[in-house]
């Protein structure tokens, strides 16, 4: 008969506080309804940031729980007031941010938000296509791929051929399709 091998305390200590944590009033992650919720959720902070985006001379937009304020450059000098308010208005709503992913992007440097450069427009950024178009290229190169790679490569390439060139999009859809997955042997 085969024991288990004991748990060290740092694990015990971590399942303990993971099971305390869901203990808690939390919604789900990952689900359809996810996006949905938590707009109904944020609601109220949306109403509140956006009327003192307008106060700033500013455009609000969250995705998620991606905070964006837009702006000419008044804004930049603003920004110690922006914060305190966006701060005060947050933790009144029942929110929390986060210092470590607060920051100012001016106009002159890559203005870089949920995994999208978004100067003058939204675009995927050259590094991220060149590791997709990498990945794919050596996943063509191998025999075989197991099927389950599939739909997530897929929705990859489709989620980035929103925001890229044409021939950018054609070249990531043609190296999908050399990829030989397991069921098409």
């Known amino acids: 008969m085969l024991e288990a091998a004991p748990l060290p305390r740092e694990a015990i200590a971590q399942r303990r506080a993971i099971n305390t944590r869901l203990k808690q009033p939390h919604l789900p992650q990952g689900a359809p309804t996810s996006p949905a919720l938590a707009n109904l959720c944020a609601f109220g902070l949306d109403l509140r940031l956006n009327a003192l ?6 455009r609000y937009t969250r995705y998620a729980d991606d905070l964006v304020f837009s702006g000419s450059k008044a804004l930049h000098q603003q920004w110690v007031d922006l914060r305190a308010w966006v701060t005060a208005i947050a933790q009144d709503e029942g929110f929390t941010l986060r210092a470590d992913k607060t920051r100012v992007m001016p106009a002159h440097q890559r203005q870089y938000v949920t995994g999208l450069v978004v100067n003058e427009r939204a675009n995927y950024s050259r590094t991220q296509f060149d590791i997709l178009k990498a990945r794919l290229h050596r996943l ?3 025999p075989q791929v197991d099927i389950s790679e599939r739909a997530r490569l897929t929705g990859e390439v489709q989620w980035a051929s929103q925001w890229l060139a044409p021939t950018r999009r ?3 859809q043609r190296l999908l399709r050399a990829i030989r997955f397991s069921n098409e042997l």
């Open 53 to 58: 985006a307008e106060r700033f001379g500013a």
């Open 140 to 142: 063509g190169q191998q």
């Open 170 to 172: 054609a070249k990531l």
